[in-house]
């Protein structure tokens, strides 16, 4: 049996809230192939490690080569590279390390949008590229996960947010309703945001109060 080559890739999971059926729901973008295999299926932005760059800096420059978006926090998720994980029958075995990250609404909506780089809830996506699936199912994992032991949801949020809003964000996160009263004193009682003393702005009847994060910035990863 000869040498199969290995190629390193490094791609990267983005995640961010958009409307979806009337909802905030956990949301994707995803850079359409325009070349075989799997030409025109959606797949998570990536490509190759270049001799002279770090993973981390590879990550960051094919993120904003393909969707624009330079997230402030990277965090590495897994690497993939099964035996028979390659671009063809005739191509190099491919290793993937792979990232991933969260943006607020306002980094989101700075992202590149066209016929190739769309947003995509992650409950409704199309068929993915390789074995891009599977890849997002760790990175969800991983949110929930850290949803329960740091307060990761922050990062998702303005500097300035309500409770209903924070509420919403693990509720997108957990794919389930939470009851308000009971999340309002679990999160009041987390010592992990404080009241600003202002209001929401441009709502009638009792405008609800805005808070800020007081967490650690280590607990929010």
């Not at 308000?180 to 405008?207: D, I, L, M």
Request: glycine share 8%; charged share 25%.
């Amino acid at each position: 049996m000869g040498e199969q080559p290995v190629a390193v890739a490094v791609s990267t999971v983005i995640f961010g809230l958009r409307p979806h059926d009337g909802r905030l729901a956990l949301h994707l973008p995803l850079v359409r192939r325009v070349r075989e295999p799997h030409l025109d299926r959606w797949a998570l932005p990536g490509g190759p490690l270049l001799a002279e760059e770090s993973l981390r800096e590879a990550a960051r420059r094919t993120l904003q080569q393909t969707t624009g978006l330079s997230p402030e926090h990277l965090e590495q998720l897994y690497t993939f590279g099964a035996v028979d994980r390659g671009s063809g029958a005739a191509g190099p075995r491919v290793v993937s390390i792979v990232y991933w990250a969260l943006v607020r609404a306002d980094e989101a909506a700075l992202a590149r949008t066209g016929d190739n780089v769309g947003w995509f809830a992650v409950e409704a996506l199309p068929p993915l590229a390789f074995d891009h699936d599977e890849i997002v199912g760790w990175a969800v994992k991983r949110l929930v996960a850290k949803l329960e032991y740091t307060h990761i949801s922050h990062a998702l949020l303005p500097d300035e947010f309500t409770l209903g809003q924070l509420r919403e964000v693990h509720e997108a996160i957990l794919g389930r309703p939470l009851d308000p009263a009971n999340f309002r004193r679990r999160v009041e009682a987390s010592g992990t945001v404080a009241p600003t003393g202002a209001h929401q702005a441009g709502v009638r009847h009792r405008p609800p109060a805005l808070y800020r994060s007081t967490a650690k910035k280590e607990l929010l990863t």
